[in-house]
């Protein structure tokens, strides 16, 4: 089992990158990249911003982090697919995805890499619904996510809760699949289901998320119904795909 302690003492022999997406994130990022140093502070830090018009990129440079410039907003597929084929090219064993608006709380880190590092499961989501506790968005983003995990269950065939969570952890084989097949625009419900087409394991774990810490969503009630309408469909299309099974590496 591992747990914080042994996260913090046994995380040498495990090449991990903290892969942190981040647009406008001024107010907040200095806070992310504190708080995972002081929880994990093995692991490598990469924030990837994607086009903010902000401070974001010097605050998070002065901060100590590796930082990739990408020259407009590609939006949150297009920035993790950045990390991870950045963590695919320099070898890391594990890439975790930590949302720079300051809504994952890095003390947990240890919940989420458990799976993965135990060989358990190739991607593990941090799921705020198996224990209903902390921010859980509002009744509406709710409804929509429990309508989409219904759909992610019935595709995969294992129940998934928390399906839009961009809280989780990658072992090299998701690594492999997410640095060549990404979904660009909301890809995280996509994701799972990829994951599953190519023969890999998913696990989700309880945590404790919290609302963002600054900045404004980009998800208002409209872009909700869009949202829904537009994963729905990628779902649908993904099930038509052909997926070569991940190759097992060591």
């Known amino acids: 089992m591992v747990t914080a302690e042994s ?23 200095a806070h992310v990249i504190h708080d995972v140093k002081s ?33 407009s907003n590609l939006g949150i597929g297009g920035a993790m697919q950045t990390g991870y084929r950045y963590a695919h090219r320099y070898g890391y064993d594990v890439a975790v995805q930590v949302d720079g608006d300051g809504q994952h709380k890095a003390e947990q880190l240890h919940l989420i890499l458990a799976p993965v590092l135990g060989g358990k499961a190739d991607l593990a989501i941090g799921s ?6 902390g921010f ?10 429990k309508i989409l995990s219904t ?20 072992n090299k084989r998701a690594i492999s699949v997410f640095q060549s097949d990404y979904a660009t ?6 994701s799972i289901v990829l994951i599953h087409r190519s023969g890999l394991r998913t696990s989700e774990v309880a945590v404790v998320m919290e609302a963002r810490t600054g900045g404004t969503s980009s998800i208002n009630a409209m872009r909700s119904v869009y949202y829904m309408i537009k994963v729905t469909l990628a779902l649908f299309i993904r099930s038509l795909k052909a997926t070569k099974p991940a190759e097992i590496q060591s």
């Open 7 to 29: 996260l913090r003492q046994g995380l040498t022999s495990s090449k991990i990158l903290i892969i942190i997406p981040a647009y406008n994130e001024e107010d907040s990022i």
């Open 39 to 71: 929880h994990c502070p093995s692991a490598h830090i990469l924030v990837v911003n994607d086009g903010s018009k902000d401070r974001t990129k010097e605050i998070a440079e002065a901060h100590g982090a590796a930082v990739i410039t990408l020259p």
């Open 128 to 133: 705020r619904f198996i224990e209903q506790t």
């Open 136 to 145: 859980l968005s509002s009744a509406t983003r709710r409804v929509g996510i």
């Open 151 to 170: 759909i992610v269950s019935a595709m995969t065939r294992k129940r998934v809760l928390d399906v839009t969570s961009g809280f989780r952890a990658a």
């Open 185 to 190: 625009d909301y890809p995280e419900v996509d």
